[in-house]
């Protein structure tokens, strides 16, 4: 019996359909392409490439290098699936040396977009160029050109309609190219590199750059002039590093990268590594800055792993692991810093107990000349033993009766020498420079401990623990607050209802004396300039400084602890990593977020009688009081049931 055609199930595509289907593995946005090209430009030798992009690269993404270029007879086959000259046998998969290899780039490339490439091989006296739009190639054809290669690739996904709607706005896929240049520029500074946006030139980088400058010219100067130098080789693995301090950190990951043999790559186990090597030193949500180059026999590794080839198949994960470890640990050990204000922050000192309670945080606990190595080993256990023996002494001194047998803090008096007592004094802050004002505003601050009656207050039903959290008796039994979490939502919603509310006005803010600047990268100067007006409302005024450099005119009392500059490098830096658009919604929540944990309280800070009641009288008159503004609980309850649970008092 025949076959009946129309019976059949099983089709085989046609190979532009499979060059598409590819091209979604490989090419997921203008960004995947760039960084294909440029690599494509490293393998052939070139020591200059020129990136130009036009409307984020939706309309043209065109590369120009002086590499070895491509002889007429090869032009056609390099677009064909699988068509390479970076490897021939099989045994060339276990060590290669290339950027790339699979030979899909070009095949993918040309199956979703208009292509022109022109090339001319240093041997010959002419260039060639072909046409291909979405698999539709033409004929070689004679054309002008210096040596090299150039490439421009046009309206990417023009006709694939259903994948081009997924592409953000220009200046987003600008981002995320920039990115590939960042990293392709870091992993590469023996090459002259140049970046330009619908004819703007945004890197221009010369050839033969040290590491540290290509760092202050793509991510930061700030993060250049604050660089520790690392090198250590051992076991077949060389490690050379460019580490921050732990006093420069960052709010996301997005500032640590890793190459191997100058390719960029993602890795959970070096991750980890560089987690485990600034454990103890970072502030809880910070991330470490870190640019780490391994060397290591090629044979050593996989990166035949996924098409975009950055992810790693090591044979010995481990050794990367404690190489990488052991390489940035015994550096940062060796580092004298500022433990009172590092380990402050990493929370050692929150947990005073017995004799203790008298000193002043970590600073009494640790000399300035010690090591981190010896701070960290003020480790959890120790942690824990605190608090339970700070339960045990407030247990042992709480006798029913009267009120003067409990302890200090449940009729905290301050004394008239009492320095966590004293006054505040608004704008002396950490040498910022705001100009004097008399009748400054905090509004949304708790009030100054000050002039206290030496009549002896009613016996509160709650007290502070540990100078972080708050234990407040309740009908049902008792709640832990985190005083915190709980002053970041208040402060959240005043400040979202002044927003709301236009007739109230901006909150009031000081004019800087001395402006304070922030570095802002190009791709992120759209979404700053479209956050002013929003800044404005909260009274925050910003003025363009120079080249990729703002200024802070103007900042709000409320946020009188806080940096202007590093309050302005935070919130540029989430709104860079989230993408949020301007505009919308989820930036103002973005802006009262920062706002918000920067103006709260903190953890460690000893609060008086009357700032806690403020506080609790504060939380009774806002909305969502239960949960801070990212989320987490602001307080927990436990029932009296609960507690005749844990002493064993049911069933009696």
């Not at 010219?217 to 002039?225: F, M, P, Q, T, V």
């Not at 098409?307 to 015994?330: C, G, M, W, Y």
Request: aromatic share 6%; glycine share 6%; hydrophobic share 35%.
């Amino acid at each position: 019996m025949a076959d009946n055609p129309t019976n059949r199930r099983i089709h085989i595509l046609d190979k532009n359909m499979v060059n598409m289907i590819a091209a979604g593995e490989v090419i997921e946005r203008p960004a995947s392409v760039a960084k294909e090209l440029l690599e494509n430009s490293i393998d052939a030798s070139a020591d200059r490439v020129y990136l130009h992009i036009e409307d984020g690269g939706r309309k043209l993404i065109q590369i120009t290098d002086n590499g070895t270029g491509i002889s007429a007879e090869d032009i056609p086959d390099a677009f064909e699936p699988h068509a390479t000259s970076k490897i021939q046998k099989v045994e060339d998969l276990s060590s290669i040396r290339s950027m790339g290899f699979r030979g899909e780039a070009l095949a993918s490339i040309g199956s979703i977009a208009s292509v022109k490439l022109t090339s001319r091989t240093k041997d010959s006296i002419q260039a060639n160029s072909i046409d291909i739009d979405c698999g539709e190639k033409g004929e070689v054809f004679p054309d002008s050109s210096d040596y090299g290669t150039k490439i421009e690739v046009r309206n990417i996904f023009y006709k694939l309609p259903a994948r081009r709607k997924f592409l953000r706005t220009a200046n987003t896929e600008m981002g995320h190219i920039s990115e590939q240049f960042t990293r392709i520029a870091l992993a590469n500074p023996q090459l002259e590199m140049k970046l330009s946006h619908n004819k703007r030139v945004l890197h221009n980088l010369s050839k033969g750059q040290s590491i540290e400058q290509r760092i202050g010219e793509l991510i930061s100067k700030e993060i250049r002039d604050n660089l520790i130098s690392i090198e250590n080789q051992e076991r077949g693995i060389m490690v050379r590093a460019q580490v921050c301090s732990p006093s420069i950190s960052r709010g996301t990951n997005k500032f640590q990268y890793t190459f191997l043999n100058g390719r960029y790559i993602r890795d959970k186990f070096i991750s980890h590594a560089i987690k485990e090597a600034y454990r103890g030193l970072l502030e809880p949500g910070k991330h470490p800055v870190t640019f780490i180059f391994l060397e290591m026999p090629y044979e050593n590794y996989d990166v035949n792993v996924h098409p975009t080839k950055t992810e790693i198949r090591f044979d010995n994960p481990n050794l990367v692991h404690s190489q990488v470890l052991a390489s940035l640990r015994e550096k940062l050990l060796n580092v004298k810093t500022e433990v009172q204000g590092s380990i402050s922050s990493a929370g050692f000192d929150a947990l005073p107990s017995g004799g203790e309670r008298g000193k002043s945080n970590a600073g009494a606990a640790f000399q300035a000349s010690e090591t981190l190595d010896e701070a960290m080993n003020r480790n959890s256990s120790e942690y824990a033993e605190r608090i339970k023996e700070s339960m045990q002494n407030f247990f042992e001194k709480s006798s029913p009766g009267t009120t003067k047998d409990l302890p200090g803090f449940w009729n905290q008096r301050p004394s008239a020498g009492s320095k966590s007592h004293s006054p505040r004094k608004p704008f002396q802050n950490a040498g910022h420079s705001f100009r004097p004002s008399q009748n400054a505003a905090e509004e949304f601050s708790l009030p100054p401990i000050e002039n206290r009656p030496e009549t002896e207050p009613a016996l509160n039903k709650w007290f502070q623990i540990h100078s972080s959290y708050i234990l407040r008796e309740t009908e049902e039994g008792f709640e832990i607050i985190d005083q915190h979490a709980l002053h970041e939502r208040i402060i959240y919603e005043k400040m979202y209802a002044r927003i709301q509310d236009s007739g109230k006005g901006a909150p009031e803010s000081q004019k800087l004396l001395i402006p304070e600047t922030f570095e802002v990268r190009e791709m992120d100067r759209e979404i700053l300039e479209a956050s002013i007006e929003l800044l404005e409302k909260l009274g925050i005024h910003i003025e363009p400084f120079g080249p990729e450099t703002w200024a802070v005119q103007s900042f709000p009392t409320l946020l009188r602890k806080a940096s202007p500059a590093e309050f302005m490098a935070e919130f540029v830096e989430r709104l860079s990593d989230t993408q949020i658009k301007p505009g919308s919604e989820e930036l103002v929540h973005c802006v009262l977020d920062t706002a918000s944990c920067k103006a709260a309280i903190k953890a460690g800070q000893k609060l008086g009688d009357e700032e806690i009641r403020h506080l609790l009288e504060e939380a009774e008159q806002t909305e969502r009081s239960g949960r801070c503004p990212h989320g987490r609980p602001t307080r927990i309850s436990f029932s009296l049931k609960d507690l005749e649970k844990q002493f064993k008092r049911t069933g009696f």
